[in-house]
């Protein structure tokens, strides 16, 4: 891959930014940053700062199961240490929940959601039978449905997907590294939108906080990419504008395994533990790409 001079991006990439893109970072507060956070937040950086736009940060601290108070502050801290700003205040994804539910209530007046009463232990022994319902509601009858609505059950919403698909039979979304792509509706089933534990899930939060925020071009790693039907029907059902993307490379350890929280030599905060200065971090960067 030939780089630009600025290191990160590849060069191609340069000429196909509009003017004025609006990029983000959104590191989630479940475990310390580690290279590949450092290599997109600069990724998404020099993208914004390459059309002469902006670069904003978004906590993405929905998941109170995940979430942990010492890693708020420790993002901050390592990206200051990695030299890494970003413009206006940071964003904290869980100050945003009523547009979940705003959104929610929108779906669910359009027919295109569906509450889900089954437990995953339920849903994994139902759906192991043969000829079952696409639709999950088919799954539990009304008696059911009505004493876990009683017993104050919540339950998780589901996309209608029969539904999505007559609305919208042809959809797509573009990739600046990959290219246009098509999306497949029939290879999608009745997602969930909604968790029942915190009233909504990754995906509807993260395009209602791109759309509030403005975001051009999402830029994030490459495995994140097969995120990108769903969002783009939930962007398309809710009258959302529909950003560009970025679906970058991702760094690697030695052996080939992508890096991940539990890697926690390849932590920001155990390499500056260890005496690291910033430049060494960079360097050891470079070797995982």
Not at 135 to 141: F, K, Q, Y
Not at 173 to 198: C, F, K, P, Q
Not at 215 to 223: C, F, P, Q, T, Y
Not at 269 to 275: P, T, V
Request: glycine share 8%; proline share 4%.
């Amino acid at each position: 891959m030939i780089l630009a001079k600025n290191g990160f991006m590849p060069s191609g990439l340069v000429k196909q930014l509009k003017t004025g893109e609006i990029t983000r970072f959104a590191p989630s507060p479940s475990g310390y940053l580690h290279l590949g956070h450092v290599f997109s937040a600069r990724f998404a950086v020099e993208l914004a700062e390459s059309s002469g736009g902006k670069a904003r940060l978004r906590i993405d601290d929905i998941d109170t199961t995940r979430c942990r108070k010492r890693y708020f502050g420790a993002i901050f801290e390592d990206l200051d240490f990695m030299g890494i700003g970003f413009d206006g205040e940071p964003r904290y994804q869980s100050q945003h929940l009523n547009a979940s539910r705003e959104a929610l209530d929108a779906l669910k007046a359009q027919g295109f959601i569906y509450p889900c009463y089954l437990s995953r232990r339920e849903l994994a022994g139902l759906l192991s039978a043969p000829h079952l319902p696409e639709n999950t509601d088919e799954l539990i009858d009304a008696r059911q449905k009505t004493r876990r609505e009683e017993g104050g059950d919540a339950p998780a919403w589901r996309l209608r997907m029969e539904a999505v698909r007559a609305q919208f039979p042809h959809l797509n979304a573009t990739d600046l590294l990959h290219g246009d792509i098509a999306i497949d509706l029939t290879n999608i089933g009745d997602e969930v939108i909604a968790r029942r534990d915190i009233g909504t899930s990754y995906h509807l939060s993260t395009v209602l906080d791109d759309a509030d925020m403005g975001i051009s071009l999402v830029s994030r790693g490459a495995d994140l990419l097969p995120s990108v039907p769903l969002q783009r029907i939930l962007q398309e059902l809710l009258g959302l504008p529909a950003p560009r993307y970025v679906h970058h490379q991702l760094l690697t350890t030695h052996d080939g395994a992508r890096l991940a929280k539990r890697e926690n030599a390849l932590s920001l905060r155990q390499m500056r533990e260890n005496g690291m200065r910033r430049a060494d971090i960079y360097a050891t960067m470079v070797k995982c790409r």
